[in-house]
């Protein structure tokens, strides 16, 4: 995902949409324009974009900003109560996700040749794998490491 379309996004997903951003950020919608599409000598600065995907509850910015940087951003769990039980079942959606990796590059090979649609569907499915892990290395941690 591209910035911009972070930004846009995240006046879309917030309630009330662009007026209700703009609001919260202490501007018009027109200034907000601005500095989203980078006009009148407006740009966006890293406060502006955290306080909006603060405001609009999403992850956007930190994804684009991983997407831009050639990775994938991973949210760690919010979890009070971690026992072995609950790796146990992360090690299993990891297998699931694993499989349909597996069965998406099988599907997609069967022509000798990935095309544009089947790279962006193992892209996705890669990134699920690649947030799966990272999910349950966070846990495992929160669990065994001391201090």
């Not at 662009?18 to 406060?47: D, F, I, P, R």
């Not at 991973?74 to 009070?80: I, Q, W, Y």
């Not at 079942?89 to 544009?116: M, P, R, V, W």
Request: charged residues 20%.
């Amino acid at each position: 995902m591209e910035l911009k379309d972070a930004y846009k996004k995240m006046c879309t997903s917030m309630q009330g949409g662009w007026g209700a951003m703009a609001g919260a950020l202490g501007m018009t919608v027109s200034a907000l324009e601005n500095h989203v599409y980078e006009k009148k000598g407006q740009s966006m600065s890293v406060h502006m974009a955290r306080q909006m995907q603060d405001f609009s509850d999403t992850t956007l910015f930190a994804e684009a900003v991983a997407a831009d940087a050639g990775g994938t951003f991973v949210k760690l769990p919010c979890v009070e109560h971690i026992d072995n039980d609950l790796l146990m079942a992360k090690f299993n959606e990891l297998h699931a996700e694993l499989g349909l990796l597996h069965a998406t590059f099988n599907k997609s090979i069967g022509d000798n040749e990935i095309d544009a649609n089947e790279r962006a569907d193992l892209t996705l499915h890669g990134g699920q794998v690649h947030r799966k892990v990272a999910e349950l290395l966070a846990l495992s941690f929160k669990i065994y490491c001391k201090g």
